[in-house]
């Protein structure tokens, strides 16, 4: 007999008495109550309590802000499907001029290595959607987010992310995201607390993440 | 977890590996006892995790619902096992996962193996894993010639000091950063000499003596802390980002995930992602959280294996009483707050699984009767304490208690002659059969009194019962029993108090007023 259909029988005799399948109470909370400058206000807290900067501007400023955000870091790495009109206000690849940096795009045609991504300071990506009472940032590999490794191995991650596609609760979420979608949730920096239980922020993953919410 | 089935297997398959106490309860923890490092370190560990927790939880106008939701999800698990098993199977395998099946630790760890072997590689870098704890896959690999690295801080510094982890969700608290200094100036190669014992500094020399294992690694192994069976989706939950480089960088990803990790749905996942982070780590949520299903072509590993693991799980789900303890999502809300773990540790319960979990999980996979497992089912005061804090609700009290029913049952299975338990028994037997046998024994009270001495306490009783006074004193029987009182207190219409064959006295006050305290 196979490994399989002998666990599958074990399960079998061990569930002899064939408990009920019990209906399952869905009582908590599945939708947002807030207003959407209530969500805002929330996430913000959240972030900044897991020692994430955040900064909050109109929509239309999204390129200006990013150019500041940016200045004085030597490289970064995009998505191939970040909105253009974000990169807008750096000045374009090689001119380097006034400390903007280079920019490389990670596309399907064209995938960093791992020691590319190693040398590159920075990545910016897009998220699909947060979560305010958690703090939580999804990203879900779609092309303004980029493959997992991008957000991974740079030492900084900016995220950009838009007002509206902040939810209050898990829930809203999850029914958001596609569950076959290679994701990652965020809360913060990466942090330990396994020595003495002092939090340190900032081990494997990038120890420095900005947010940029645009309204 | 007795019973036959016909044309079934006759007997419970039980588990192998790091399941078992290898000394009695009481006599690792009467040495772990002694160590004050490890007991300071404990308290402040467990206080600390246990405010958190509650200020998190306390924050959830909805908490208990999810509770409810969380149990009721989990029962309904395992009562369909069989067909979610499949379903998640035909979901992983469709987006180009393949799946394994493991019996026990052995099969287990000899399929990793050679899933290894067949990418010729002779290192893999670990995410920390209960599971790949539980079938001691690290020391099986080097065995064979394989060197297994864990990357999680605290598993290695465990694992550079050639330990054993403590505490499933800090499993180095049993050292302090001094200890932890010694290690890294001690065992890791390229080590700054200057190096402090700051927490930042120690987490950045992790760091770098990390980072080119990441970066070059060809294969990983991990665990799941959940799998969705309706969309075949592993999830890995963490806090420092090794878990992220493990399931990103490398080609090929081994999963090694017990039978019973699964939910039916990914919906039940916004439930899970609530009740975990808030019970374990006492946050709102962890710093990341990895879900990937089969293989994104593109994107992470190519090459992505899970191993379903029995070990045990089936036969600890054949117990009825005991099944729900499969439903653990292994936060550690049950063991910072249980008084006996706070002051033990985890050493102490030999097993992977320590805490009121272990005591339950570790016998009822191996059985009652492996090495000295039947000790742990005692290691707890039945204060109720882990019942209220776990996420899903299991009744660990009443399974404890159950569990030492089988302990009892099975020694009595092999005992013939009367023990001196059989003895107390049956005169326990005979004095509550009958008020008058009663009456007649309470005479004897003023004899425990003056046997006490005058400092009022009994330091050591004769027989098995001398066991309670190794480690306790007994204060003094009172003079005069309850029932001597009542009937003094309580005059009955016609003087006589049933039970006791005597006329009512003229006795004042209640019966311990008098008494001398507890030692
Ligand atoms: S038994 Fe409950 S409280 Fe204990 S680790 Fe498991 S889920 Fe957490």
């Known amino acids: ?215 | 977890m007795s019973g036959t089935f016909l044309g079934m297997p006759a007997l419970p398959a039980y588990g192998h590996g790091n399941l078992n106490a290898t000394e009695p309860f009481p006599k690792a923890a009467h040495r772990e006892l002694g160590n004050a490092q490890l007991r300071a370190n404990l308290g402040h560990a467990t206080h600390t995790i246990r405010d958190k927790r509650l200020k998190v939880v306390a924050e959830l106008p909805d908490w208990e619902d999810m509770r409810d939701s969380g149990s009721a999800i989990k029962n309904a698990t395992m009562a369909q096992l069989p067909a979610l098993l499949e379903q998640f199977e035909a979901n992983f395998t469709a987006r180009g996962g393949t799946i394994h099946w493991a019996r026990d630790a052995q099969e287990a760890n000899e399929i990793v193996t050679s899933l290894v072997r067949a990418t010729g590689e002779t290192e893999v870098v670990k995410v920390k894993s209960m599971a790949t704890q539980e079938i001691g896959l690290n020391e099986y690999l080097e065995d064979q010639g394989i060197a297994a690295f864990e990357t999680d801080l605290a598993e290695l510094i465990v694992q550079l000091d050639h330990d054993k982890p403590s505490h499933i969700l800090v499993p180095a608290i049993h050292k302090n950063r001094s200890q932890i200094r010694e290690i890294f100036l001690r065992e890791m190669e390229d080590v700054d000499p200057a190096l402090t014992d700051e927490p930042a500094r120690l987490a950045e020399a992790a760091r770098r003596h990390l980072r080119k294992k990441f970066l070059t690694a060809k294969v990983a192994v991990s665990g799941a802390n959940f799998g969705l069976a309706d969309t075949g989706t592993l999830t890995v939950v963490e806090s420092e980002g090794n878990g992220r480089m493990c399931l990103t960088l490398p080609d090929t990803l081994i999963t090694v995930m017990g039978i019973e990790k699964l939910l039916p749905s990914w919906s039940d996942l916004e439930v899970f992602m609530q009740l975990l982070p808030r019970s374990s780590t006492g946050e709102r949520m962890n710093p990341y959280t990895s879900l990937w299903t089969g293989v994104t072509p593109g994107d992470g590993p190519q090459n992505v294996h899970l191993v379903l693991l029995d070990n045990g799980r089936t036969a600890a789900l054949a117990d009825e009483m005991g099944r729900t303890a499969l439903n653990c999502i292994r936060c550690s809300a049950c063991m910072n707050v249980c008084p006996v773990y706070e002051r033990t540790g985890g050493h102490a319960y030999g097993s992977t699984y320590p805490g009121p979990i272990g005591a339950i999980l570790s016998p009822l996979m191996t059985g009652i009767k492996s090495e000295k497992n039947n000790s742990l089912p005692y290691a707890s005061s039945l204060c109720g304490a882990c019942f209220d804090a776990c996420p899903v609700k299991i009744n660990i009290p009443e399974i404890l208690v159950h569990l030492r029913g089988e302990d009892v049952d099975s020694r009595r299975a092999t005992i013939k002659v009367p023990t001196q338990m059989d003895l107390m028994m049956k005169g326990a037997e005979w004095a509550f059969s009958d008020g008058a046998h009663l009456g007649l024994l309470e005479k004897g009270l003023p004899l425990g009194r003056l046997a006490a001495g005058r400092d009022k306490v009994i330091k050591k009783l004769p027989g098995l019962a001398g066991k309670w006074t190794r480690s306790r004193d007994l204060p003094a029987p009172p003079g005069q029993s309850f029932r001597q009182w009542w009937a003094r207190d309580h005059k009955a219409p016609d003087g006589v108090v049933p039970g006791t064959g005597t006329t009512n006295g003229t006795g004042t006050g209640s019966p311990t007023e008098s008494e001398g305290g507890q030692a």
């Not at chain 1, 006034?98 to 596309?107: F, I, W």
């Not at chain 1, 980029?146 to 950009?160: A, F, M, Y």
């Not at chain 1, 990652?184 to 920096?189: A, D, F, L, N, V």
């Open chain 1, 1 to 215: 007999m196979s490994a399989r259909e002998d666990i599958l029988n074990r399960i079998g005799a061990a569930l002899r008495d064939a408990p009920a399948v019990p209906d399952i109470p869905r009582n908590y909370r599945r939708v947002s109550a807030m207003t959407a400058e209530q969500r805002l206000e929330q996430l913000v807290d959240r972030l900044v309590d897991y020692k994430a900067s955040v900064f909050v501007v109109p929509a239309a400023e999204a390129a200006g802000k990013l150019a500041e955000l940016l200045a004085g870091t030597a490289s970064v790495v995009v998505p191939h499907g970040l909105p253009q009109e974000w990169l807008s206000a750096l000045p374009p690849a090689g001119t380097d001029d006034a400390g903007s940096p280079a920019v490389a795009v990670d596309s399907p045609q064209r995938r960093l290595t791992v020691a590319e991504l190693d040398a590159v300071d920075a990545v910016v990506t897009a998220a699909a959607v947060a979560v305010s009472e958690t703090g939580t940032i999804m990203l879900d590999g779609s092309p303004s987010q980029g493959r997992r490794i991008i957000s991974l191995v740079p030492d900084r991650h900016v995220c950009v992310l838009r007002a509206a596609d902040i939810v209050e609760v898990l829930p809203e979420a999850v029914a958001r995201l596609e569950a076959t979608a290679p994701q990652t949730w965020i809360s913060g920096p990466s942090a330990t607390s396994d020595i003495e239980l002092e939090r340190v922020e900032g081990v494997h993953g990038p120890r420095t993440l900005d947010v940029l919410i645009l309204q």
